[in-house]
Structure formats: C-alpha cells, structure tokens
C-alpha cells in the first residue's frame, strides 16, 4: 500500500525544524523511518508534512560528562551496541541495542526515535526505565528534562507534545561495583519483546547496596518493579536471594496485561521473574 501525499521537508536544526513543526499544524518528524514509514503506508498515520530530521548534526553521537552519558536522539541502535563508552557505562542499554530487530532495523532506527514510538514491545524504554535515564526535550517554551517515569505516559503515548523534539538521552554512568543486563523473551519474527527485564544492580562485598529492575512487554509502559528491588536491598547477592526476589516481579503488574494471539497478559506476567531472575543475575555477576 502507498501512504497519502504529504508535503516533505528537510530540517538543517533543531531550530529549523521546530518552525517546520509550528508551521505545518499536524506535521510528523521523521528519524530512521522503521515505525513511521510502516504507519504511512498502512494508512494509520496521514499528516500532511512530514519533517525529516535524519541529517540534523547535532542530534547525533554519543558524549561522557557530569556523570552521564548523553546520547543524541539520531544515535542509531548499531551506534549505541558498538559504543565502548555504552559498552563500559550502561551495559544493559548496549546489550538491548544490540538484540534489537534485524541489523536493517539496528543501522536505521534511532534511540529517539524508538522512544517516541513507545511501543511497549520495544526495548529501550525499559532499559531506560531500569537506568534511570533522563530525557531532554526541546520545545516551544524552551529546553526540558524529563525522568523516564513522566517520559512514558501510556499505550505507544509520552509526554511529547506536537511541537516538541527529543533532543537527547540521558543515562548515569554507572559507578565501579555496579552492573546492569537486559534479556527479553523475543517474538520470533519480528524480535520485538514480547516480556523484557532490564536489572541494575549496586553491590559492595557481595551485598546488595542498591537494585533497580523494569520490565516491559506486558503492560502499555515499562513496570518498575519496587517488590524486587526492596526485596534485594541489602541482601546477599546469591543465587537464592535473587530468585527469591525475581518471584514477586509479577505483583508490580497491576491489572492492566498486554496480552495477544501470540502470548496472552497472563502468561506474560507468569514468565516475567524467569527473565527478572536472569538480568539480575548477569547485573549482580557484573557488578564483581
Ligand atoms: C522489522 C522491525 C523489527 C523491529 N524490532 C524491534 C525490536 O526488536 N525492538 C525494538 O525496540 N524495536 C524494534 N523495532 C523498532 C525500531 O527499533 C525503531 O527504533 C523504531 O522503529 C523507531 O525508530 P526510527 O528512528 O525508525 O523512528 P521513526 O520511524 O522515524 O519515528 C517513529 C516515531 O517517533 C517520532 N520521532 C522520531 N524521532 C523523534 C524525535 N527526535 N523527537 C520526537 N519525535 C520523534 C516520529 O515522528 C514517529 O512518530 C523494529 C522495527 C522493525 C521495522
């Protein structure tokens, strides 16, 4: 199928392509194209402008300071899974990255633009959940930092509004003694999630300081899963104490399950401390 016409345009800026924005009510930016594009075609989206972002320089790359990484929302999912300094400082985002889809869709699509989607299949955003990442928005009133919580608002909804650009991710590099892992039951065709945990895990001495886990897949926004991470807190990091902690996973759910013909909400929730259990485990081995 062939999407509607649209009038297309080429942003140099972010400045530039939020006048585009303002000047073209309904107008979609477009990043790597790998959610938008589908949408067009099938109809499900028809704006009349669609503003392209893809050669925006400063949108792009990945940089260390103040304690965070800082990577551009244009940073494709392969540039993330090769980043030494993602690899060193956020090893559960590199690893997301690097399971994501096929390698078509890793040297396309964009970090920015996978959380704009946010389809609760997708992975990132429960890594960045899990991490504590940060999100920098520039829109009309100016430029705004957003915590992951806020970010993610509902079923493929964030805090993003018509006029605003996601500029940037923000993810705390984290300090020695700490690891973090992602793993996610993948759908077989597309490899999208369909139960991902992400865990990060602080531990001194073998005890845990400090635990944070996120699941996604199963309900419309990454779950934090506090029952875990009080559960963990200041436990040994064995192998029987995170298990043991991994079992409450589900009861951070709530009563809202995504479910499909694939995998229904139930059996989603029933396997989500298997994949908790393994990413605290790779977290907690990481973490030395
Ligand atoms: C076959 C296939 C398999 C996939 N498998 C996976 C998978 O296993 N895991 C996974 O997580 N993802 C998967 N994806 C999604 C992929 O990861 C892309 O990241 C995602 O499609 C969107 O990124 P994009 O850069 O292509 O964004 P686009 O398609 O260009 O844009 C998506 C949406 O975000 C908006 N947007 C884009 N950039 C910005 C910005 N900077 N600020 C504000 N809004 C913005 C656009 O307007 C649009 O609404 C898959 C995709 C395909 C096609």
Avoid at 5 to 19: P, T
């Amino acid at each position: 199928m062939f999407a509607a016409d649209f009038e297309y345009y080429r942003a140099g800026s972010v400045a530039e392509a939020r006048e585009l924005l303002a000047a073209h009510p309904g107008a979609k930016l477009l990043a790597g194209g790998h959610s938008l594009i589908p949408l067009l075609k099938l109809r499900l989206a028809a704006p009349a402008a669609v503003v392209d972002i893809g050669r925006i320089g400063e949108l792009h790359g990945i940089s260390n300071g103040g304690g965070a990484l800082h990577i551009g929302a244009l940073t494709t999912h392969a540039e993330i899974a090769a980043s030494a300094a993602v690899n060193a400082g956020a090893e559960a985002l590199a690893e997301a990255a690097s399971q994501i889809g096929d390698p078509a869709v890793r040297n396309r699509g964009t970090i920015g633009g996978n959380v704009a989607h946010a389809d609760p299949a997708s992975d990132l955003p429960t890594v960045l959940a899990a991490l504590g990442a940060t999100f920098t928005v520039s829109g009309p009133d100016g430029e705004r930092s957003l915590a992951a919580a806020d970010f993610f608002q509902g079923m493929m909804a964030t805090a993003l509004g018509e006029h605003d650009i996601l500029t940037a991710v923000n993810v705390p590099a984290a300090g020695s003694g700490s690891g973090s892992a992602y793993v996610k039951f993948s759908h077989p065709a597309s490899r999208y999630a369909v139960v991902g945990a992400a865990a990060a895990v602080t531990g001194a001495g073998g005890t845990c300081a400090g635990a944070s886990v996120a699941v996604g897949g199963a309900t419309a926004v990454p779950v934090r899963c506090a029952s875990v991470e009080a559960a963990l807190a200041g436990r040994a990091l064995s192998a029987d104490a995170i298990a043991a902690a991994a079992a409450a996973a589900g009861s951070d759910f709530g009563d809202d399950l995504l479910g499909d013909v694939f995998a229904s909400g139930e059996y989603r929730k029933a396997v989500a401390p298997v994949y908790v259990q393994r990413a605290l485990t790779a977290a907690a081995e990481r973490a030395g």
